[in-house]
């Protein structure tokens, strides 16, 4: 039953009941509503092979729980929260400095369910393996769902948390360390931390940053002005800043711990300048932060200055990528459903356009891509510690997030550009996950340090040649090899010019192989093994004369349908 007028405009001469079947408000209803958990086969083989039959058993009842939960409520929440962001209430009603970030009730609502339902507690990971179920890969599945909803409320509750504990457990006074537990008790996605590197001499650079700490017996004072800090409102801080006398350069920068609150109680030095009028993510408050005279720990061994602490520190971003490379495919999971539901439902010239043969050919391919960069993200998060495979996933998942909003956007016309409908937020939510945590080109010169540096391709080819089962994947990875050495013995300014291609081919055997690896697993009746044959196709065949027009993923559409969307 509709919940709408009709109007005149409803009962034209040339109107009739077929047309308006066209824009009947119920019919598009969207993946909200939907069980993501229940409505992703692929996230379900995955869960299968990484948590057992044993495992998935126990863990399943949990997972449904969540998948209704970020289908409904959690994304509702999303749309709320997007048109009514957070606010900075600056001064009290005598003037004082407060700066108090306000959130809004959605997405207050949004966190206590999260927090109530979290997969990735102490308290659930303990039990989880009390039951035979691996907590990492339940805390993927999590995340992996979340993203879908919201990666602004993913990002709010989850960054830095692993980075504030960590390095606080190894370097932080005996009182501020049970502070930080506190903070914690609830996980690393307590919401409670942030990383704040970023200045306006800008992100990547860390050796102009201007931030200064000055020691004040067992603390530091640090006084700095921080250019892009999401959740501002948290409590615990990882800072980047130059102990006075220290190298003006990257040698000289050291990570400290900052907290809202001294020792003692009383309001630290930590002012927010404002509040990010952001393109997107608008469920994480993003700020420009001023520390003046703020207590501050230095998160470094004695007389390490930058050494140790900054290194772990960077160790430790690898993780983050890893979280970022999650939010893109969650993004372009959301936006495959988006379009599916969508095009089963929307008709053009007498027939649903999933029937169309040209619109099979888009959401075929994109099935394909989102399933190769699900590989990727779920075998860093759950897979051997490959030390090239974070910037690599996150250089092809964080990219397909855009691209796969846009189509998404493509594919619902001129409605997906209107913000009633849900996939404009997608996009402007996706074009922030190849921005942080590094973009395209720093990725690409974390892949040089690792291969100049740890001679990590050795390892990682590896893992591609145990992974590989075709005659055509196999012969990729030799010839990667090839390319990595010829690489090699490039100069110093070309190497880096030529990176980014390298780097893409890396991405794509990488896909290629753990799609064949997946096939192997026996866990579906041969699909994953089609998924992997059209993803090589497209990738790494030699595509002939006819360049492809002989291989469509679009034959092979409803079988390729019947395992994305259940």
Partial sequence: ???YL?????RLPFGSEDKSGRYATERYQGAVGLNWWTCDPSLRLLMRRHLGEQGLAWAEPYLEEVGALMGGSVARHAEETDRNPPRLEKYDRWGRDISQVVMPASFLAARRDLLDNSLTSPRFAAEARENGADPVALGAAWTYLLDQADIGMACAMGTGGDMVVGLAERYAPDDVKARVRELFKDGFYAGEAAQMLTERTGGSDLGALEATAEPDGEAWRLSGYKWFASNANGS?????????????????????????????????GVRIRRLKDKLGTRSVASAEVEFTGAEAFLLAGPGSGEGSGLSTMMRLTQ?????????GVGVARRALVESLCYARVREAFGKPLIEQPLMRRKLAELIVEVEAAQALVFDGYCGPRLRLAPALIKLRAARLGVTAASDAIEIHGGNGYIEQW??????????????????????????????AKER???????????????????????????????????????????????AQFMADVYAAALLEEQATWGLDDGRKALVARLYAEAHLADRGPLRGLDAPAADHFDALLAGALG
């Fill in 319 to 327: 993780g983050s990528r890893l979280g970022v490379a999650m939010m």
């Fill in 6 to 10: 009709i109007e005149p405009a409803d």
């Fill in 422 to 451: 849900p996939v404009a937020r997608l996009l402007r939510d996706a074009q922030v996950n190849p921005i942080w945590e590094g973009g395209d080109n720093i990725l690409c010169l974390d892949v040089r340090r690792a291969m």
């Fill in 236 to 268: 615990a801080f990882v800072v980047l800043a130059k102990p006075v006398g220290a190298d003006d350069g990257v040698r000289g920068v050291a990570p400290f711990l900052v907290l809202w609150d001294r020792r003692d109680g009383s309001r630290n």
């Fill in 456 to 502: 990590a391709h050795l390892p990682f080819l590896d893992r591609l040649r145990a992974a590989a089962t075709s005659p055509l994947v196999a012969e990729r990875i030799e010839d990667l090899a090839k390319a990595v050495e010829a690489w090699q013995a490039l100069d110093t300014a070309t190497a880096e010019a030529r990176l980014y291609p390298l």
């Fill in 1 to 3: 039953m509709s919940h």
